[in-house]
């Protein structure tokens, strides 16, 4: 009987929580039918805060439907509001009126609507459709009011629909995002006509704010859109970016990191007062069909490609040295591929999937070519050349990724290769001083990279973009006005660890190998010489050489004979045969 009474406790707590659940729920996302009111009271707004206060609310639209939004009880200090409405992958209508008319409506996820409010008025009437015939859409309403002292985000429009345009339009393409805004007016005071729009009257500042890496949640969504409304929250939150150079003042111009969101929205200021434009989100791509747009490597070649470099990649960070003509080919492959991938990119029309087609089976051939350097000449310097400059040449795009890319002289396309040039040269003289070093250095750490770059891609983190945004700077139009800015969040520093630790393990396991060995293997060419030399001249093995003894009959000591040294530290030229390694016995047939 106890049992029974616990039990039924137990159901009644349940339900109990789940009814709370379903009217907390109701309450806050409420699904408003066609032609059903939501209302906005300003009752007690203040607007003596530089940016006012936000007022929101969230509602579910049915499919092909209609509401009215009522902002009620606006008080006299309100000189106009913002209405905005923002939605998650869908677009509504925001419009001043129940009949769409040209110049009084707005589509799309972002949107946002101004109206001036008179002495007398209380009341202002907005509307938001749903054309989609698809279950309801989640709409996050939000009103802010600003007084009379106050900027009109988007009064000097010139462009857009909408009289007064407080939105921003965005566009992107696989590399590049445009965000567009149209100028504030300055302060409409009561009872009179709008001042004329002068240039610099209105100061624009530009704001920008990732949202978590790979996130494409309707939570995350709406939580970064609240954290840049207001112009504390924006300051507070997003990253201020530089006036660009070139072209519209209102126009900025991203780099694209498809996958990770980002929020946009600017302020405008007019004396001491500051307003603040609608905030819009993008992914660089769909949110619907992520796997195909949001990803680098979207063709099945290109991922075996990645899977590929991921185990070569580990082979040069632990043994690149150790196997120096492999270490030779694979560099020469790599580092040819991004250079004729790059050419190709830049001055054909071929399509990304043919441009990396053709950048391999190139890479192949300059890889070989490269081995076959070392295979003729046998020159160390020459071959670890190729290892410090692709070397430099990621130091050089880590400086452009964190910090060099936004610097404004740098916008100009010569005083930017100048730089990048100069980093990679400096960083291959600095290491060309000990050559065995420098390569095991380079292989280390562009090894590791190469490790670290396709685990980049599947947890959706942004390092790989280090290479990308300097082919992108190369080969993409416009691409020198971009805003780098790259996102660095925890997948980032993990990765960025990791790599680290890697390239620091491999330092330790090749330099370990190489204790007791010559610095770099004999060129295979100049044992082949050697042997056809005493295959084509067999008596010149008995002609006496600078090893040969003075006196034939003298009794020279076996235990110490002329022989080339095996150690790097050991300067002595004798060593007993019997400790001699095989490696080196072609010299002392000499």
Request: proline fraction near 6%; include cysteine.
């Amino acid at each position: 009987m106890m049992v029974i009474t616990f039990r039924w406790f137990l159901a009644r707590i349940v339900l109990y929580i789940s009814c709370i659940s379903v009217l907390f729920i109701s309450d806050s996302t409420a699904v408003i039918p066609d032609g059903g009111y939501v209302n906005i009271s300003l009752e007690n707004y203040n607007t003596s805060s530089i940016a006012g206060r936000l007022i929101k609310d969230v509602k579910q639209i049915l499919p092909l439907s209609t509401i009215i939004l009522n902002v009620i009880r606006i008080p006299e200090t309100v000189r106009f509001i913002v209405v905005q409405a923002h939605t998650f992958q869908y677009n509504v209508t925001l419009s001043y009126d129940a009949i769409l008319s040209p110049h009084s409506f707005i589509n799309g996820t972002n949107l946002g609507l101004v109206q001036l409010i008179s002495k007398n008025q209380s009341n202002a009437t907005f509307y938001i459709q749903n054309t989609n015939a698809r279950p309801s859409i989640t709409v996050l309403i939000t009103v802010q009011g600003y007084g009379e002292e106050a900027p009109v985000p988007g009064g000097c429009n010139v462009e857009f629909s909408v009289k007064t345009a407080p939105y921003l339009i965005i566009s992107f393409t696989e590399s590049l995002i445009f965000v567009d805004s149209q100028p504030a007016s300055a302060a409409v005071p009561y009872d009179k006509p709008r001042p004329a729009c002068e240039p610099q009257v209105v100061q624009h500042e530009m704001y920008h704010m990732f949202l978590p890496e790979r996130d494409f949640s309707s939570d995350s969504y709406f939580d970064a859109l609240l954290k840049m409304m207001t112009v504390e929250d924006i300051q507070l939150n997003g990253r201020k970016v530089p006036e660009p150079l070139e072209g519209s003042v209102m126009q900025q111009i991203y780099s694209a990191y498809p996958g990770t969101g980002s929020v946009y929205t600017v302020t405008a200021k007019f004396g001491t007062s500051v307003a603040a434009y609608v905030p819009t989100v993008t992914y660089a791509c769909s949110t619907v069909y992520w796997t195909d747009t949001c990803l680098v490597l979207s063709t099945t070649f290109s991922r075996v490609l990645c899977a590929v470099i991921f185990f070569l990649g580990l082979f040069v960070c632990l043994y690149g040295h150790q196997f120096f003509k492999t270490e030779t080919f694979l560099l020469g492959f790599l580092s040819g591929g991004l250079i004729f991938y790059i050419l190709i990119a830049a001055f054909s029309t071929l399509s990304a999937s043919e441009n990396v087609v053709v950048s391999v089976v190139l890479g192949l051939c300059f890889g070989i070519f490269w081995m076959g350097l070392w295979w003729c000449y046998g020159i160390p310097v020459l071959s670890v050349l190729l290892a410090t400059l692709t070397l430099g040449f990621v130091v050089a795009g880590i400086a452009t990724y964190g910090w060099l890319g936004d610097v404004s002289v740098l916008r100009k396309d010569i005083n930017f290769w100048v730089v990048f040039a100069s980093i990679t040269v400096l960083v291959s003289l600095l290491f060309l001083s000990l050559v065995q070093k420098a390569n095991i250095i380079s292989c280390a750490v562009l090894g590791a990279y190469s490790v670290i770059i396709p685990i980049d891609h599947y947890i959706g983190s942004n390092l790989k973009y280090i290479i990308v945004n300097i082919i992108r700077r190369a080969t993409v139009k416009d691409f020198r006005m971009a805003i780098i800015d790259p996102p660095f969040q925890m997948r980032d520093a993990v990765l960025c660890t990791v790599w680290i630790a890697l390239a620091v393990v491999g330092v330790v396991v090749q330099c370990y190998k190489q204790q007791g060995k010559p610095p770099f293997p004999p060129p295979p060419n100049t044992r082949h010489r050697e042997y056809f030399r005493r295959m084509r001249f067999p008596c010149a093995s008995q002609a006496s050489r600078e090893h040969t003894p003075l006196l034939i009959e003298a009794d020279v000591p076996a235990a110490r004979i002329p022989c080339i040294t095996t150690s790097l530290e050991n300067d002595d030229v004798f060593e007993s045969p019997q400790r001699s390694r095989c490696v080196f016995c072609f010299f002392k047939r000499c």
